[in-house]
């Protein structure tokens, strides 16, 4: 089992930037992608980024592409989601994942066994 907790959500000014943490426990190695995506109220929960967690390699969606920064600390067994220029339709829940299951990464959220709790991301216009 993988148990994931994410922070550093908030309220931020369009603009701002925030940067998001997810630490991870349990069975580490067992862990091939980290991916963050997002929900906002009555949408479906929307692929983010994706990080292969041994190689470093990297997947963004195309809507965050040159705004976010997915990366990770394997020392740590941490992921983080570096948000900047941030608009008010960013304004979402924001979970991170875990996958035991792609060889690299996906964009697919089936493909992820473990999410973490969410946390709260508001950007004021």
């Known amino acids: 089992q993988v148990q994931l907790v994410e922070s550093g959500g908030g309220l931020v000014q369009a603009g701002g930037s925030l940067r998001l943490s997810c630490a991870a426990s349990g069975t580490i190695f067992s862990i091939n992608a980290m991916g963050w995506f997002r929900q906002a109220p009555g949408k479906e929960r929307e692929f983010l980024a994706a990080?292969?967690?041994?190689?470093?390699?990297?997947y963004y969606a195309d809507s965050v592409k040159g705004r976010f920064a997915i990366s990770r600390d394997n020392a740590k067994n941490t992921v983080s989601l570096q948000m900047n220029s941030l608009k008010p339709e960013d304004t979402a829940v924001y979970y991170c994942?875990?996958?035991?299951?792609?060889?690299?990464?996906?964009?697919?959220?089936?493909?992820?066994?473990?999410w973490g709790q969410g946390t709260q991301v508001t950007v004021s216009s």
């Open positions: 994942a875990a996958s035991i299951r792609v060889t690299y990464y996906s964009s697919s959220s089936h493909e992820y066994n473990y």
């Open positions: 990080i292969s967690w041994r190689g470093g390699s990297t």
